[in-house]
Structures are given as C-alpha cells and as structure tokens.
C-alpha cells in the first residue's frame, strides 16, 4: 500500500475554505487518477492525467481543479465546497499511460473529506 | 458504452465455506477485467485481472476469477474463506478498444462478511 500515498487521510472543510489533496506514487507510473467514492454510489472517475496531460475530465465541478506537476504527484484543489463533496477521494496510478491498455490500477489509501 | 453489475450488495458465508462474488458485464470489444478488495478506511487493493489467455486466472490471497465470455462474467472465488477476508469487493472493466480511453468501470461493490 505504500506504491501510492495520499495526504492529508482526513479533512474538515468549510464552504469557503480552500484546501489541496496531494497523491504521490512510487511505482515508476504514468498514468494518475482521481476518483470520488460516496456512500452508497459507485466509485466515480474525476480525472485522468496521461504522461502529465489531462486526458479525461468526466464534467466535475470547476470548484475541484486538478494539477499534476510531473508523473508522480497529483493535486486536487478544493475551492468553494458543497456538502455532498463530502466524501473519500482516491488517487491511482497505473503504467502504459491513459489511453487503453492492460494494466492495473493501483490505489492509494483515499482522504477522508467532509465538507461543514 | 462499458458497464458493470454486481447483483448482491452482501454476500455472508461461514469461514471455511466457498466464497463467490458476481460480477457481470458489458462492454462494445473485448473486456479487461478487474477485481479490487477494500477494507474499512483504506483504499482499493488490486486483486486480479483477466486480459487475455486461461479463463481462469488466479490473484492475491488465495482469490481467482472465472471469465465466461458466452455469459459475459467474470465471478470472484474462494474455495475456502477466511473471517479476515471480510470487506468490500469491486469489479471494474474496461474495454479492450484503444479508442475508448483509459475508463475503467466499476460495479457498485459487493460486502462480504465471513462469519467464524
């Protein structure tokens, strides 16, 4: 579990507050990703940066605002949050970039968000 | 357009028992497939995946995975199962077709509960 890590593990947010998650991996991939998992819903992608190139952006809300600086660290930039973006954000990374291909994807252990 | 379907929200079985975990899918190509375990608080753990090739492939902890094309499945299973194999299960494809991105799909997950 530590190929991929996330900071903070938990945050307490207001509305106004503006916030980063960090996602570093040290498998060697090219390939990061953000996803959303609320309860009771399937997990949602949010981005996929390929070779640092933004690939997929699935239409999220402008107040999240990813950023990936180089191929192992991934940031999400919180601005303006509501309370339903209260949830667990996972970052991942695979190899073989981030269009097609076989391989997996590897998790990191999520930040516990909650949005007052 | 590639999704998945895992019919139970809960699976119980005693420890020692077989354990199978459903999972069924539908994608335009040829399916990746993928299955990932979560426990409380951490993030999703990579447990196995077909591409090509047996139909039957073998993963982490003792888990495989049958692939059945005619019935497009791809069931989780431990012969025998543990009370520590307790969490929650996640299937996840994505199609084989370059042109469809790096999108992995995935089921709303299944809860196991393996009781002593």
Redesign the interface.
Same mark, same amino acid.
């Given at each position: 579990e530590t190929g991929v890590t996330q900071t903070p593990r938990h945050l307490v947010m207001g509305m106004t507050n503006k916030k980063s998650l960090k996602c570093e991996q040290h498998l060697g991939h090219n390939a990061m990703y953000w996803y959303k998992q609320s309860a009771k819903k399937p997990l949602e992608l949010m981005f996929v940066y390929s070779l640092e190139e933004r690939v997929e952006n699935n239409s999220v809300p402008s107040r999240f605002s990813p950023e990936c600086p180089n191929s192992s660290h991934l940031f999400l930039h919180l601005h303006t949050l509501q309370p339903e973006d209260s949830a667990l954000y996972l970052c991942a990374s695979s190899q073989g970039g981030g269009r097609g291909g076989s391989s997996a994807q590897y998790f990191g252990p999520g930040t516990r968000l909650l949005v007052l | 357009a590639q999704s998945v379907a895992q019919p139970e929200d809960q699976v119980n079985v005693a420890e020692g028992n077989p354990l199978t975990v459903k999972c069924t899918y539908s994608v335009s190509g040829n399916p !990746?497939l @993928?299955w !990932?375990v979560q426990y409380p %608080?951490?993030? =999703? +753990?990579?447990l196995l995946?077909y591409?090509t090739g047996d139909n039957l492939v073998k993963g982490s902890y003792g888990f495989e995975a049958e692939f059945n094309k005619s019935q497009t499945s791809f069931h989780l299973k431990k012969p025998s199962a543990l009370v520590s194999d307790s969490a929650l299960y @996640?299937c996840a494809v994505?199609d084989? +077709?370059? $042109? $469809?991105? %790096?999108? =992995?799909t @995935?089921?709303?997950?299944t809860r196991v509960l393996v009781k002593p």
């Open positions: - | !990746y @993928f !990932y %608080n951490r993030g =999703l +753990q990579f995946k591409i @996640f994505r084989s +077709q370059k $042109a $469809a991105g %790096n999108k =992995l @995935f089921g709303g997950g």
